[in-house]
């Protein structure tokens, strides 16, 4: 049901039926019974086993270095996994793998369980111990959950890498955390072709002095032998060969490591988000029974690869942690038509479905004819994640995806939060393009540049002005960067999300884009710093300046700026003789740098940039420019 409110918004309400089935009946009571946040998060953190229950449920005492369920043992493999051997669940469908090429692959919780013993076993026999990290390098299929849960079974920091990150990437990100091992695979599916993965890492791994094994996940059979292996690499099958199927669970600490994920910040380097083991477990697990009304008789499917965030929290913790049924999909949404993910819902009966607007907007392209070919009808839920979903997306998701019925979850969260912050749940009144109000347990302001609090209607920082558990606990190895980019512009222990957002009269939040130089392509995070390095780093481009392009599908691409070296322009071959203009020459070689994720809008040749006295490029003006914002003569802003 629709109607319109005050604010000429348009106002979504839940139906009976999605009423009916939620756990949760008031929203309002909901999130003020979330207000008395120790109690609220303590409450949650009972629904696991614990080794030993925590002493102090939030400690504040070293802020920002706060602390959840100090003194508690638990061991987040076991909640996951273990203990659901000895209940009802022990024969459901945990994982659910699908690929495009029609294979499929079920595991039951007790399969899945005896496959992360071995992978566990194997890696202690590989000398990995507790507080070591573990790199990944692998496609969206089950080897990848396995060993990610493995290494949290023994204690082992797990960090993978998005497989369509490139091999320079790989580097810097193995070599941060010296990793001992990194687990691969020969390739991966995508649209009727094989991506070697493999290659990548080969390059990589001339650079990873301190990786000892390189294992070999034979995913789509292009090595057949062992032959084919280098001296330090062994096939994943041949590893787990022989090894038990049981292992126990190392008792870890409330505060120790769980993984590093990295992902990208306004300076060049990427950051390493740590992230730890208790108040992660509470927090997505809360969150995600929250938000998407979970029972046991769901099937839940979450689009998010676990190279990210998404992946980590909401296609492999969250929903092992209660117990529910997760689809993982290895494909493009497109492929063999753009018809594939609706045909996966209807076959399986799908009933949460969490994806990003991007997506939704590539698949509308195409119009209402694939979805139409479907009986969509399990659907319950829907979410999205990863930036603001237009009202366009919003709308054609709500009605042709989800024929009017089901809600939709506009998630607002980061790497950093690890969960869920603001996002409606499904018995709340819905504004398109708002991901609402800030979720129970967790504390959200509108702030101006010293940290003060806004009133409703006026653009300012999202700030979160209470910690939650699945926080951040820091950056590896950068402590001054953790206090500086997210600690230090507000005082008091204030956390600077780096979103601007404006509050509505009725409490509801809107999400403007980012206030530092953070793009988001197509949900990819990636800053322009990184992008500007990548550029400069060929020996034709003297200087660049990098900034987010509006686009319809993408949300943004890359626009650089580009000050050439003498001699050279865009439209000329970059060598004598040479067919590849050096045009096409930079897209390639920016795309080597960054991986595919890196999309390339539009590249000009300038003279000059604008800069501050100190020599900061005001990425700032070039965007004003773009936008149509009229600044007088840039030229004058060097002498400002
Ligand atoms: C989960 C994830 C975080 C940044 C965040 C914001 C943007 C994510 C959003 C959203 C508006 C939403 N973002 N969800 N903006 N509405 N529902 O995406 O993590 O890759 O770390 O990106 O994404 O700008 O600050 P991550």
Redesign the pocket.
Known sequence: MVNINSNNQRLFHPNDEVKQRSDIKDWDLEIEKGKDIEKYWAQEAEQFDWFKKWDSILDESNKPYYKWFDGGQINLAYNAVDRWIETGKRNKIAILYINERGKEVKLTYYELYREVNKVANALLNLGIKKGDSVSMYLPMCPELIISMIACTKIGAVHSTIFSGLSSVAVVERVNDIKSKIIITADGTYRRGKIINLKSVIDEAMLQCPTVQTVVLVNHTGRYNDVADLRGNEIFYDRLIEGETDSCDCEVMESEDPLFILY?SGSTGKPKGVIHTTAGYMVGIATTFKNVFDIHDDDLWWSTGDAG???GHSYTVYAPLLLGTTTLIYEGAPDFPDPGIWWKIIEKYGVTKFYTAPTAIRHLMRFGKKYSKLYNLDSLKILG??????NFEAWKWMYEEIGKGKTPIM???????TGMHM?SPIPIADLKPGS?TKPLPGVQIAIVDEEGKELPPNKKGYLAITKPWPAMFRGLHNDDERFINVYWEEFPGGIYR???MAEIDEDGYIW?Q??SDD?L?IA???IGATEVESAFNSHPAVNETAVIGKEDPVKGQLIKAFLILNEGYNLDMPFKEGNRFLLREELKRHVRHALGPVAVLGEMVQVDKLPKTKSGKIMRRVLKAQEEGEDLGDISTLESD
């Open positions: 992902t990210w965030i998404t999205s994640v990863g930036e603001a979903i506009d998630t607002w969260w980061q790497t950093e603001i991901a999300a780096g979103d999400i884009g980012r953070v988001k949900g990819h995070r």
